[in-house]
């Protein structure tokens, strides 16, 4: 059958109005709210055949009955339906800041492990822990494309920032309630009640990334900073009372409800994430060039960064620009000189922050200073030092191959443990600037 669907000419009038009406001021607006070209859009508002998943995702945004719209004969129609109810379970889904995992290696145990937990068990909380940068937040969004036909909705949000729970709760109603729900008037538990209702009618995936940042750390581990105890208390009901979706959480620190809450046989459990093995490094390693070592040097290597991808991806872009890849001399130069095994990420970190330019460094800077994702053009705008906006693309490409900031979507970032690693070093700075009273140059 055609994969494609037009909009009935008599309809088209309509269409167009159903555009402004659902306050879209724009083609451009709908294109980027639903994540597709612009030209789908125009074609699609002329009467234009587009690809029949396209429509159906068109018809739901804009509330029109797709099937009353489309311009197809009916012995077509009971395949489309059944095509388009598998692709509402598909494309309801708003990934946020997700970061690409297009490159990743290993964790097959893990996500078997979880795919079971969530999928069969109907695990209803379910979080994921680890050190900084041991892939909590890549493992998460693995699983989430892998898992996401058995929901009927996908979330995923970071609480790097630590959004206050109310805007997540009225952010999960929003995009749960289909945009309908913008009352925001309740208490927090009367919010969290209105969440779980929606969790109970439908099957839904929520991911909250980072939430060590909601946490207090330290020896009070796991329990919340002042103004997040709200958070408590969503993880307690969405642990307690039963529903049929599942909130996956990553987090450094387990929080204390999941520790009152989870059990082999119960639906809230934990899996502490280890560091990957020396096959899964290898491939890792294997997109910053070529690297000579025996399996006992490999080893050696692996085990230092306790299997910590971050630190390995920041260790093999040195070990590849310092050492030209040679393994057994970066093992005699760096690791064995009396060094304690590595134990914080940020051990690597003020190695390699030491080794980068000024500009680089001044780059630095700003992704910490923006917290959000941002532009190479408005990076261009930030910088100050004399020549470093010619370098800029050189620079950020050099950074990346560091791993030390990632691009998304929305533009560049800085890893999250990176994140808290620049903005100590801004405090620093800061500091100093205010000790001496005069600014320092952008690097320490
Ligand atoms: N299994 C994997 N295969 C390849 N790269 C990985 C894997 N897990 C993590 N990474 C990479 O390691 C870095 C740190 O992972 P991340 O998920 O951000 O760690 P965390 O969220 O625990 O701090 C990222 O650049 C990520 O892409
Ligand atoms: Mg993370």
């Known amino acids: 059958m055609s994969r494609s669907l037009r909009v009935t000419s008599g309809f088209i009038p309509q269409v167009k109005l159903a555009v402004m009406r659902n306050g879209f001021p724009s083609q451009q607006a709908l294109a980027e709210e639903l994540g597709l070209a612009r030209f789908t859009i125009s074609n699609f508002l002329n009467g234009k055949p587009i690809d029949y998943l396209n429509f159906v995702e068109i018809c739901h945004i804009l509330r029109l009955d797709w ?100 805007n997540i709760l009225v952010d999960l109603i929003k995009f749960l309630s289909n945009q309908q729900e913008t009352d925001l008037q309740d208490t ?45 208390e969503l993880l307690r009901q969405l642990g307690e009372l039963p529903h049929q979706s599942c909130l996956v959480l990553t987090s450094r620190e387990k929080p204390k409800e999941i520790a009152l809450l989870e059990g082999q046989t119960r639906p809230v459990r934990s899996l502490q994430l280890n560091g990957l093995d020396a096959t899964d490094v290898k491939s890792i390693f ?90 190479d053009l408005k990076l261009q705008e930030d910088i100050v030092l004399s020549g470093a906006q010619q370098k800029l693309i050189a620079d950020l490409a050099s950074l990346k191959r560091r791993s030390l900031i990632e691009r998304g979507e929305a533009g560049f970032t800085l890893q999250n443990v990176v994140m808290e690693y620049m903005t100590d070093q801004l405090i620093k700075k800061v500091s100093e600037e205010i000790r001496t009273g005069a600014p320092t140059p952008y690097k320490m």
């Open 286 to 375: 294997t997109e910053y060039g070529s690297f000579s070592g025996s399996e006992d040097e490999w080893r050696v290597v692996v085990e230092y960064y306790a299997g910590n991808p971050l630190a390995l991806k920041i260790a093999a872009s040195a070990i590849q620009e310092i050492l030209n890849g040679n393994i057994p001399e970066f093992i005699e130069i760096y690791l064995k000189p009396g060094k304690v095994l590595f134990d914080d990420i940020r051990d690597i970190l003020d190695e390699q922050f030491n080794r980068l330019s000024a500009s680089e460094k001044e780059i630095m800077y700003w992704l910490a200073i923006n917290r959000e994702p941002v532009s």
């Open 67 to 166: 099937q009353e719209i489309a311009d197809l004969d009916n012995s077509r129609l009971n395949e489309v339906s059944t095509k388009s109810r598998q692709l509402a379970h598909l494309h309801q889904e708003d990934l946020g800041e997700a970061p690409n995992v297009s490159v990743f290696y290993g964790r097959t145990e893990e996500l078997a492990k979880l795919e079971q937990w969530i999928v069969i068990d109907r695990c209803r909380l379910v979080a994921l822990l680890g050190m900084g940068g041991i892939g909590k937040t890549a493992l998460s969004v693995k699983l989430a494309e892998q898992i996401q036909n058995e929901f009927d909705y996908l979330i995923w949000r970071s609480l790097r920032n630590a959004p206050p729970v109310e």
């Open 188 to 232: 927090v538990n009367g919010k969290v009640s209105r969440l779980i209702n929606y969790l109970r009618s439908s099957r839904c995936l929520l991911v909250l990334d980072n939430a060590e940042s909601i946490l207090r750390g330290g020896d009070r581990a796991g329990q919340y900073r002042e103004g997040y105890e709200g958070y408590g």
